[in-house]
């Protein structure tokens, strides 16, 4: 009898080769490089991206040098994790860390980028 099932390790590969679309509308642009290395290969964002990431509201307020708060973008970095990051790599430090550690172990290859 055979067995139709697919075998695991051709299975991870064709979803490997599947598309990733990550959208970077409202993120400033400054912060773009920083979002895709994090997102694809697990860089460590540093600064107010990674604060935002993390939601440490006392190290964005540090970051963002608080009298110049909105005009570093912070509400438009908020706007972008909340509508258009991936919930599995921002809202602690924890959860960042974790996708730090996925996405180096294995990096998103074939990334669509939405930026307009």
């Known amino acids: ?10 299975l991870i ?3 490997d080769a599947l598309p990733v679309a990550f959208s970077l509308l409202s993120l400033p642009e400054r912060y773009h490089e ?6 694809t290969h697990g860089v460590k964002p540093e600064g107010l991206l990674q604060a935002c990431l993390e939601n440490d ?3 964005v307020f540090i970051n963002a040098n608080y009298s110049k708060c909105w ?3 912070v ?3 908020c706007w972008w994790l909340h509508w258009h990051c991936p919930a599995g790599a921002r809202g602690s430090e924890d959860k960042v860390i974790f996708w730090m550690r ?3 172990l294995k990096p ?5 980028w939405i930026t307009k």
């Open 75 to 77: 509400l438009d970095i």
């Open 108 to 112: 998103y290859k074939n990334v669509k």
């Open 71 to 73: 005009a570093e973008g």
């Open 1 to 10: 009898m055979s067995d139709n099932k697919p075998q695991l390790g051709k």
């Open 57 to 59: 509201l006392l190290e």
């Open 13 to 15: 590969e064709e979803t």
């Open 102 to 104: 996925e996405r180096r």
């Open 34 to 39: 920083a979002a895709k290395a994090y997102l």
